[in-house]
């Protein structure tokens, strides 16, 4: 198994302004992934985060907006940048150590005013 | 984009009653998982069913897969209020993401 656990749990922040959101695993894995939960709504895939290469974003993302960074097996961050308040979500990492279960982090829960 | 959908959206029982929720998705498989969220925080990994399995248990939940007809089901007997939570499925094709159906908003009242 693999705990996760993301920094900052929740943020309030102004449009305009950026928030980079990190995710640390305990254990190396191999795959590790970056998903947005809009209010209500299930969750949605933004990017696959790959170890010291670019990460391979989904329809609708882009790396303008969402830059990633996945320096070692363990680690990876997200940035939302020129938030608007449409970037109000829950942000979610997960790794999974092998092709089987995905572990999830607790969220960040970001609203922009 | 979504999986699939996940049958109820909503249901309502009384503690001790058993909560049955079905999944269906579009394409095939390498397994698929079901997931619990409690009021909008991290996901909790309930079980996963690999795609040449049928059925499995963990405690007082039982999943079925059912790859002919692409569905899965999702069941918790005896119900208590800490069960309240959303639960979705998700399913992947080895190694790679997971999509994730629409979920079911589960309420347990005592």
């Known amino acids: 198994s693999a705990v996760i656990s993301q920094k900052p749990s929740r943020d309030i922040c102004q449009r305009g302004t950026s928030l980079t959101i990190q995710c640390q695993v305990d254990?190396?894995?191999?795959?590790m992934f970056w998903y947005r939960q809009q209010p209500g709504q299930s969750l949605t895939l933004i990017a696959t985060?790959?170890?010291?290469?670019?990460?391979?974003?989904e329809s609708g993302f882009v790396i303008d907006k969402f830059p990633i960074s996945r320096p070692n097996l363990t680690f990876s961050t997200l940035t939302v940048s020129n938030m608007s308040p449409e970037d109000s979500s829950i942000y979610l990492c997960?790794?999974?150590?092998?092709?089987?279960?995905?572990?999830f982090g607790p969220g960040t829960r970001l609203t922009v005013l | 984009s979504q999986q699939g959908e996940e049958d109820p959206q909503a249901l309502s029982i009384q503690e001790g009653e058993n909560a049955t929720m079905n999944c269906s998705y579009k394409?095939?498989?390498?397994?698929l998982q079901w997931y619990r969220q409690n009021s909008g925080r991290g996901l909790v990994h309930l079980i996963l069913?690999?795609?040449?399995?049928r059925e499995k248990h963990s405690g007082r939940l039982r999943v079925t897969l059912d790859t002919s007809k692409k569905s899965s089901s999702l069941l918790i007997t005896a119900s208590r209020a800490a069960d309240t939570a959303s639960y979705f499925c998700?399913?992947?094709?080895?190694?790679?993401?997971?999509?994730f159906g629409k979920g079911t908003t589960l309420s347990v009242s005592s």
């Open positions: 985060a790959n170890q010291g290469s670019e990460a391979t974003y």
């Open positions: 069913i690999r795609s040449n399995e």
């Open positions: 254990s190396q894995v191999t795959m």
């Open positions: 997960s790794g999974a150590p092998s092709t089987d279960t995905q572990y």
């Open positions: 998700a399913t992947d094709q080895a190694g790679t993401a997971l999509i």
């Open positions: 394409t095939s498989i390498n397994n």
